[in-house]
């Protein structure tokens, strides 16, 4: 059963309105395609969060015209996912998404469909995830039209399945992950039903690259505990975080809590570090799981480098290079994980060396140094950096005790 509300029923602040900057581009598509006989409406997230009181993001426009004809309508279009029904329309600095209304046909690969078939409105949000997800706004006619009853789900605090939830789930197995993130960055409860069809349901077929979105979404949200206890509950924690897996159920139950100490706007890698930590993760299994999936450059980096800087390693008397080094490369992403693990005796430790302002030794050997030694091209990076070791460990004090060691190293006298 379809309902229909005005707008200022049900938005209590409308950002800026329809033509300001945040709707303004997306307004512009749906006048043009109304212009050009079509029904044109606002859908997905931005109107999910204009309902709340949220922040909206990118505004999506839906609409009876196949992508042909959204090509015909506007000069400028990116058929980025034309075979789907989808064509991008840059208006004034913004990429405006437009979907034609549609029904998808068979997915194949847990993911996308083969196709789709025209539909009208309500056949097109039927097959949405989710009913707050469901949600029209026909800037037009300032209407608010609910197919699905997702707005009284939405004042419910609930997050529920378009239909039957395991068939939401065997189309596209991502949207578990995603049903977890809503729940916890919004603060609703999972429908029963839907919440049951997530416990246990296979992963397989999400590739690497769309766990680690929705890993570092959700670990990169304040709601971030919910999300990690909403994520152990349903044993989804094996196919997101493999290394992590073999942990036993009380070690893994310690992670959610540390996640809460964290501040909300902690670095995701912090958070998946933590677990990390909690679970005991070998730094081998570690290094090999970040070489293996798609983690950028910078976060593969910073995520070895927190697991290897562990409390008892940094505490160490033998590793007094580690601490130094832990303090200048790693800074306050290492105070932020001891305090979530709630390390104090390794915070004492950090605050101290901090506080003492030593962030690096002086160099005490050059490459040229290294050179007048006999030494090129990578062997004096190795050098410099095996002396400024021993330099923390304060093995070497001294330029003379330096190159004495550097002349004892390649059996050279430096010049």
């Keep these: 059963m379809t309902d229909r509300y005005p ?24 006048r043009t395609l109304v212009s050009g006989g079509h029904r044109a409406v606002f859908v997905g997230g931005a109107v999910r969060d204009l309902l709340l009181g949220r922040p909206v993001g990118d505004v999506d426009v839906a609409t009876d015209a196949g992508p042909d004809r ?11 996912g034309k075979q789907f029904g989808v064509i991008v329309v840059p208006v004034g600095g913004q990429e405006v998404e437009v979907a034609t209304f549609r029904q998808d046909r068979n997915y194949l690969d847990c993911r996308r469909p083969e196709g789709y078939v025209p539909a009208d409105e309500a056949g097109d949000v039927s097959r949405r995830d989710f009913t707050i997800n469901t949600l029209v706004i026909d800037p037009l006619a300032d209407e608010l039209v609910d197919h699905e009853g997702g707005l009284a789900d939405l004042r419910a605090g609930l997050v ?3 239909g039957e939830p395991a068939r939401r789930f065997g189309e596209d197995h991502l949207r578990v992950l995603r049903g977890l993130r809503f729940a916890a960055r919004l603060g609703f409860r999972l429908e029963e039903a839907t919440f049951a069809a997530m416990r246990g349901h296979p992963l397989g077929g999400v590739s690497p690259e769309r766990i680690l979105d929705e890993l570092r979404k959700g670990l990169a949200d304040p709601g971030r505990r919910r999300w990690g206890e909403l994520l152990l509950e349903i044993d989804a924690l094996p196919a997101c975080v493999p290394p992590a897996a073999p942990a036993d159920a009380a070690r893994r139950a310690a992670w959610p809590p540390a996640l809460g100490r964290l501040p909300a706007n902690a670095p995701w890698t912090v958070a998946l570090a933590a677990l990390a930590v909690v679970a005991g993760v070998e730094p081998a299994s570690w290094r090999a799981w970040t070489e293996d999936w798609p983690f950028n450059r910078a976060d593969r980096k910073r995520l070895r480098a927190l697991l290897e800087e562990t409390p008892a390693g940094y505490l160490a008397a033998r590793e007094a ?5 832990a303090v200048t ?21 950090l605050a101290e060396r901090r506080a003492a302002g030593r962030t690096s030794p002086e160099r005490l050997l050059s490459g040229e140094d290294c050179r007048a030694a006999g030494l090129a091209g990578p062997a004096i990076g190795a050098a410099l950096t095996e002396c400024t070791a021993l330099q923390w460990e304060e093995t070497i004090l001294t330029r003379d005790e330096a190159l004495a060691w550097l002349a004892d190293r390649t059996d050279k006298t430096p010049g």
């Design 321 to 325: 290079r580690r601490r130094e080094l």
């Design 7 to 30: 707008v200022d029923e049900v938005v209590t602040d409308r950002q800026g309105g329809w033509a300001g900057p945040r709707f303004g581009p997306a307004l512009g598509v749906v």
């Design 70 to 80: 959204v090509e015909e309508l506007f000069d400028k279009t990116v058929a980025v």
């Design 329 to 349: 490369k790693l800074g306050d992403d290492l105070t932020l994980l001891w305090e979530a693990l709630e390390e104090a005796e390794a915070l004492a430790a």
């Design 160 to 162: 529920r399945c378009v």
